[in-house]
């Protein structure tokens, strides 16, 4: 894995709105219940959701990722045959961030399946007006948990042998030329970006081999 103890490096497939989506309703979670007492309800929950940590946490995550979406904050990649692929790009976050993610989704999910009331009205609320539009409060906390699965999917020999060519990729390069071998470590790897995310994503074109003409 490339990073250190207080880092991590992660891959960022594009996603587009639902990542996004996913990021804003978590915020929107952790401000309705900050400051909440955790004992006071007919289910405790857990300290995670109502004291405010995850809201640093959250922005910090947010302002290396919605970039990624937003923006081109990589070189143009393409094929070895020189038609466009999907872009996927590496970002550090701060590896206490990540975990805490982990532990927000997790006590979410706690919560959500004791039938905390609290939880229970204000993830159907943020459900009735989500950009994604999640059928119900479970699929809300689906996002949440995919977008945690995808940021700690484990680094593998095909992460970092991508990693490398764009690493030593000239700095500024507008387009990257794969070669076949990265090609292909970049084609697995892109099969479990989509896997881990489950929503409809440009990555998902490649697993067919549909590559070209701005991803189809």
């Not at 309800?41 to 290396?64: E, T, Y």
């Not at 989704?105 to 999640?134: D, F, K």
């Not at 689906?142 to 764009?166: S, V």
Request: proline share 6%; charged share 20%; glycine share 10%.
């Amino acid at each position: 894995m490339i990073g250190s103890v207080e880092n991590r490096v992660v891959a960022v497939p594009l996603i587009g709105d639902g990542f996004i989506a996913a990021l804003s309703d978590l915020v929107e979670v952790l401000l309705a219940l900050e400051g909440t007492d955790p004992t006071d309800a007919q289910v405790p929950l857990s300290p995670f959701l109502v004291d405010g940590s995850g809201l640093g946490a959250l922005n910090r995550i947010a302002g290396v990722l919605v970039p990624t979406q937003t923006t081109t904050p990589g070189p143009r990649l393409l094929d070895y045959r020189g038609r466009a692929l999907p872009p996927v790009v590496f970002v550090k976050v701060l590896t206490s961030d990540l975990q805490l993610l982990g532990h927000l989704v997790q006590a979410l999910g706690l919560a959500h399946l004791r039938g905390a009331p609290r939880v229970e009205s204000l993830l159907a609320e943020i459900a009735s007006v989500s950009w994604a539009r999640p059928s119900t409060t479970a699929d809300l906390i689906a996002a949440f948990a995919r977008l945690h699965g995808l940021l700690d999917l484990a680094w593998t020999d095909d992460t970092a042998a991508l990693f490398e060519e764009l690493q030593a990729a000239v700095a500024g390069c507008a387009v990257v030329e794969l070669r076949p071998d990265t090609e292909e470590c970049y084609r697995r790897l892109s099969r479990r970006l989509s896997g881990m995310w489950g929503a409809r994503s440009p990555h998902q074109q490649i697993c067919g081999g549909d590559v070209g003409e701005e991803y189809r």
